[in-house]
């Protein structure tokens, strides 16, 4: 008899078999939580490999050649990820982001979007299908990536500064290569482009006002996010925070800002845009760490081998994986989900800010893992 071999990285954080109910209610299109927060969003890590060793994600003190990675067997495949994303789909799931990692290194990933660009809502509506990205390889792919389905595309972007740049990402890699990539998307129609800069106080906020200059008058939106304590390897600390209401007031004093209305339930970023007639762009703040937005957070994460997170700090998944390869049915799937949400109740950022102890003392999932 052959010894099955399970790769210790499967075991690198805490998940269990979601139980299947013995009555598989049908998926209706509406899935609430017990604080009756309903899912809508969908993000999917395709790969725990990057190219980058950006300080706040993967340290290269940590994520060195030695660290073990994910073996491809452990990975979904394309078809596990568009079964199980079909499932979510059927439970209230309008936007499926693809994350990683860097998701560009998944070989092949057109495959999969046009596998994801073939689902269609509860309602019979298209997804809202985007991807985030770091923007090295964008520029080869963003047409690809369009033709393949892709809606949109977000690129994390740390400073314009080639220097900084370099420093932050720790792979000395240029910032003119992501910004070909990011006129290569803007070209191919993957837009509104969103570029994300996560924002570090002493780090690279000296390049605030600078990003907003450079995307000015361009149908980009800008966000600007807290350096959040995410995972366990990144050494945060609040005195590393710029918040929020800093970044706004600093651009305040360059640029004439008038803020724009919430037009969707669990938007994550307070938005503002430029006061000036015809001037096209729009800037954001996400701050996750001195405004949390748990009450309406209505997001689950798939991880790499298909654990699913309820919560980006979270420390316990939930193994579908095992469900889709131990032979379970969709009916039995969509069930274990449906039981799984309905007993979501995580809100740490929102604990945290009110002072409350919100983790459990085990380890946190890393952001390269679920994605951010």
């Given at each position: ?283 954001g703040t996400i701050s996750s760490v001195t405004k949390a937005f748990c009450h309406d957070c209505n997001r689950a994460r798939l991880s790499t081998e298909g654990k699913l997170f309820l ?62």
């Amino acid at each position: 008899m052959t010894e099955r071999v399970i790769p210790l990285a499967d075991h690198r954080y805490l998940a269990s078999l979601p139980a299947i109910p013995a009555i598989l209610a049908a998926p209706t299109g509406v899935l609430l939580d017990r604080l009756q927060r309903p899912l809508h969003d969908l993000r999917i890590s395709v790969t725990d490999r990057c190219n980058f060793r950006c300080s706040y994600c993967m340290p290269k003190e940590i994520f060195d050649k030695q660290y073990g990675f994910l073996p491809q067997s452990s990975l979904l495949s394309f078809e596990e990820i568009a079964r199980l994303a079909a499932l979510f789909v059927a439970h209230g799931v309008r936007k499926i982001r693809l994350t990683g990692g860097e998701p560009l290194l998944r070989r092949d990933l057109e495959r999969l979007v046009a596998l994801l660009a073939e689902l269609r809502t509860a309602f019979g509506d298209p997804l809202d299908l985007t991807l985030t990205t770091n923007g090295s390889i964008l520029a080869k792919k963003a047409e690809s990536l369009k033709r393949a389905g892709l809606g949109r595309i977000t690129v994390s972007l740390d400073a314009l500064d080639d220097r900084i740049f370099r420093r932050m990402n720790d792979a000395d890699f240029p910032v003119a290569e992501v910004l070909a990539g990011i006129d290569a998307a803007e070209r191919a129609g993957l837009g509104p482009i969103k570029v994300n800069m996560v924002v570090k106080r002493g780090t690279n906020d000296q390049e605030i006002v600078p990003m907003a200059r450079h995307f000015r008058g361009r149908n980009v939106a800008l966000r600007f996010i807290e350096y959040m304590d995410v995972g366990e390897t990144n050494g945060w600390r609040m005195d590393d925070v710029l918040p929020s209401a800093e970044v706004i007031a600093r651009l305040g004093e360059a640029f004439a800002l008038e803020p724009v209305p919430v037009t969707t339930v669990g938007e994550t970023a307070e938005r503002w845009r430029y006061a000036e007639a015809g001037v096209a762009g729009e800037i954001g703040t996400i701050s996750s760490v001195t405004k949390a937005f748990c009450h309406d957070c209505n997001r689950a994460r798939l991880s790499t081998e298909g654990k699913l997170f309820l919560c980006l700090f979270a420390s316990r998944g939930h193994d579908l994986r095992g469900l889709l390869r131990g032979g379970a049915s969709d009916a039995e799937i969509a069930a274990a989900i449906g039981l799984v949400w309905q007993g979501r109740d995580d809100r740490y950022s929102e604990l945290r800010g009110q002072g409350v102890a919100a983790g459990t003392g085990e380890r946190r999932v890393e952001m390269h893992y679920i994605g951010g």
